[in-house]
């Protein structure tokens, strides 16, 4: 099969943990006889830079009309000081709205071999971490309308708008219950349905979808008792739905606990096949350029991408496998490296992975 | 002195935290001259039962025309089924509102002799952890105004409104700024200024109000990276201020990092020296009326009582210091208890607490 993939490698260590994706990608296209042919676009700070936009809208075009987009990083301290409709991450909420990109999945996993980089007491994460976060992405407080009154309750008011319809939440609902049938069949919809109205719309859609995936046990959680129970026991945690405001939060705290943000990947669905896929660490504009950025984050989102776009789960599988052998070879980049371990830069780490494919 | 204290004791473990409470505050009065007049009032689930209304109006009256209020827990599950209006959550509220209480304090404090209930690595909580949430808490989306639309963007829409004006920003920043100054001279503002308009205008009155205090040093974050960042490095943070929504999430996480929820108290102050002081602990229902509830933090909410209404600055820290004691003593309530400690129920913890002012 032959398969159309937009590249965004983006800005900082972007390029450079891209370039060692693409090689696993055509070592997998090479085994399994399949063509990637990649294209290049232009997104965040280095499309600022040239060509005055965060996102041009060739890169609208070609990501429309590829079968995925796979992004490295953008941003960094050098357009920080932009205004803000001018700034790197609006190419990521423009992507997210041009390419439909409803659904973001959020997978946080503690590895076996990283267990101590994970935060948490030894005893809590015992059993490990296995928790996909799916955040609603094209909708809620981040679409909604906002602005400012020169009125308001105590002088000048701004204001945004956290809304959510039917069909939005049904939707994203059945992305979760259909992730949670291959998963350990269960859902947590966390919402703030004591107060908001958007989560009582939210919590009785969930409750409707549910009714379809009958072997999927449901509950409802609120989100500041979710924040909590995170960290008190994240075992208790396999599938969770959320709003885009809370799941931004939720999927950060999510990472974080397994004390591994570089191995981190991430999926954004659009109805249909079409899906971006990036690592959830940032540009880290600090390494750029020397070799020591982690690319399995992004690797693994290729991964991702081979299961969600192109329907080749025993390839995914085979790269996620590759990158769990690595790890117990001893070998670390930078970010995860501890006593013992060997030290290897970027490329060296990819030439590893691409070696156990 | 005289002082007229509203006490709420309301549902499951309410009372039997609140009695110990008062046994602590009439001992305080004994030793250093003071007279501590208390009035019960309804509020939550047993002012449904009595009255038909989770709040009746004697109930914000007696507060209104009190010096401070002190209130145990409201809710428990007999009143989960009710509809929304008519829960016992809704008197929390209708007293922020009534009484006008904008801001809301949240220390999250581990004390040494709990440091292993904490859930971090050792190694993280080594220095403790000593951080104060500042929650702004009559405004934003849980004030701002809701509803439905027939014609959403798919279907049925419902809607809520973050609302922020400058007034209200202002006041909470400079009380945040105060707190600062008796404290570690840090501030951090909590926002999500790159995607909410609300948030842009928070910002920037933080930034003018900061003026005002020159020695201390401000941050922005924005709401995802201080999720994470309360997880992989809380002793980064002295003052946390942020809106209503984002410091219900915060304060509640970064409370479950002390690990025990049933010493941590709060403080909701009005303009003037009016405030309502609480546990952050729920009404624990499955052990109501068992002598087993931890009355610590009810204990340490009237020291910040005595401290933020009553100006009695040394009376607060000699209760304080008293906890303290006790926990070096080894006594410990069941939720706290490991070990080689003594386990004592609630009115035994209360009379300990007593005996060391
Ligand atoms: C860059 C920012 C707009 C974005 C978001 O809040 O969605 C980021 O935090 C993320 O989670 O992808
Ligand atoms: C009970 C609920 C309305 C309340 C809130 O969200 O404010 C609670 O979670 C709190 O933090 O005090």
């Not at 609208?60 to 009309?65: F, H, P, S």
């Not at 987009?69 to 423009?94: F, H, I, M, N, Y």
């Not at 659904?103 to 296995?130: H, W």
């Not at 219950?177 to 919590?203: G, Y």
Request: proline share 4%; glycine share 10%; with cysteine.
């Amino acid at each position: 099969m032959k398969f159309n993939i937009a590249t965004i490698p983006g800005d900082g260590i972007g390029p450079e943990v891209i370039e060692e994706t693409i090689l696993v990608l055509n070592k997998i296209g090479e085994i399994y006889g399949h063509e990637f042919s990649f294209q290049e676009v232009l997104a965040g700070g280095i499309a600022i830079d040239k060509t005055g936009k965060p996102l041009p809208e060739e890169t609208v075009e070609v990501c429309k009309n590829s079968d995925a987009v796979l992004l490295g990083a953008v941003g960094g301290p050098k357009w920080d000081t932009l205004p803000g409709d001018q700034r790197p991450e609006k190419a990521l909420l423009g992507l997210r709205g041009a390419l439909g990109l409803y659904a973001n999945l959020r997978p946080a996993v503690l590895y076996t071999a990283l267990k101590e980089a994970s935060p948490l007491r030894s005893d809590i994460v015992e059993q490990g971490i296995d928790i996909c976060v799916v955040r609603e992405l094209t909708g809620g407080i981040y679409f909604g309308e906002r602005g400012r009154k020169k009125e308001g309750k105590m002088g000048e008011e701004a204001y945004d708008t956290e809304a959510y319809s039917v069909g939005e939440v049904e939707r994203i609902a059945r992305t979760a219950f259909e992730i949670a049938m291959k998963r350990d069949k269960r859902v947590t919809s966390v919402d703030k349905a004591n107060i908001l109205e958007s989560s009582r719309l939210w919590r009785s859609v969930v409750v409707e979808v549910a009714k379809d995936y009958p072997e999927v046990a449901l509950d409802h959680m609120y989100v500041d008792n979710a924040a909590m129970q995170l960290i008190r026991y994240p075992q208790q945690f396999d599938v969770i739905v959320t709003s885009n405001m809370f799941g931004d939060i939720l999927s950060d705290e999510a990472s974080m606990l397994t004390g591994s943000i570089g191995m981190l990947p991430s999926a954004s669905l659009a109805e249909g096949n079409l899906g971006m896929y990036e690592p959830i660490h940032g540009s880290a504009p600090d390494i750029a350029g020397e070799n020591k950025a982690n690319p399995i984050a992004t690797i693994l989102s290729a991964a991702m991408m081979l299961r969600y776009s192109l329907q080749l789960d025993k390839e995914a599988q085979v790269i996620e496998e590759a990158v769990i052998k690595v790890l117990e070879k001893n070998y670390r980049t930078g970010d995860i490296m501890s006593k013992g371990m060997t030290l290897v830069g970027t490329q060296e780490m990819g030439k590893l992975i691409v070696g156990e494919l």
